[in-house]
T-cell receptor, first 115, second 109 residues
């Protein structure tokens, strides 16, 4: 089946710094990838849709200047949390859909803690 | 009405029992539906997809009721390893998935 790799698995950073999270489709090409965020005991919330070669589409309430998305190739999308603050601490997960299969495959997620 | 609603539980069920839970959705245009399971602090993993009236895979059965806008998941002969949070998500096409908050299932020995 489709494999999506996400790195890092966890990161602890100081308030005010930026953190980059990578999402790679390993055995398929993904023109579209999705970034989600999940707070404890909450549902996964779609943050943005990453489009290869064009600007990302952000969901309402998600600051595009704070969550920078780059999708420069068909197998890689990155999410950069800029000037991170403790309230940005969350579980960030990417996903993509391989046209050969039904459903969406998720990366293993990145647990971000901002101190 | 929220887009996707699920009973958060927890459902405490003895091993070997049958358990079912529902998920209601508000977008009547949804064409595809997915059940994912999520273990604690892990990513969601696809359990089943539903495109017509239902789908069955071993001990798991998903049913779709378009008229009432809900999908259900039935787990037969439950195992300890079935303990997880079950997320439903209508969606498909070019859009990302909209998830419910999930139903927490605990299988007790």
């Amino acid at each position: 089946g489709a494999v999506v790799s996400q790195h890092p698995s966890w990161v602890i950073c100081k308030s005010g710094t930026s953190v980059k999270i990578e999402c790679r489709s390993l055995d398929f090409q993904a023109t579209t990838m999705f970034w989600y965020r999940q707070f404890p005991k909450q549902s996964l919330m779609l943050m943005a849709t990453s489009n290869e070669g064009s600007k990302a589409t952000y969901e309402q309430g998600v600051e595009k200047d704070k969550f920078l998305i780059n999708h420069a190739s068909l197998t890689l999308s990155t999410l950069t949390v800029t000037s991170a603050h403790p309230e940005d601490s969350s579980f960030y997960i990417c996903s993509a859909r391989d046209a050969r299969y039904y459903g969406y495959t998720f990366g293993s997620g990145t647990r971000l803690t901002v101190v | 009405r929220k887009e996707v609603e699920q009973d958060p539980g927890p459902f405490n069920v003895p091993e070997g029992a049958t358990v079912a839970f529902n998920c209601t959705y508000s977008n009547s245009a949804s064409q595809s539906f997915f059940w994912y399971r999520q273990d604690c602090r892990k990513e969601p993993k696809l359990l089943m997809s539903v495109y017509s009236s239902g789908n069955e895979d071993g001990r798991f059965t998903a049913q779709l009721n378009r008229a009432s806008q809900y999908i259900s998941l039935l787990i037969r002969d439950s195992k300890l390893s079935d303990s997880a949070t079950y997320l439903c998500a209508p969606g498909g096409g070019a859009d990302g998935l909209t998830f419910g908050k999930g139903t927490h299932l605990i299988i007790q020995p």
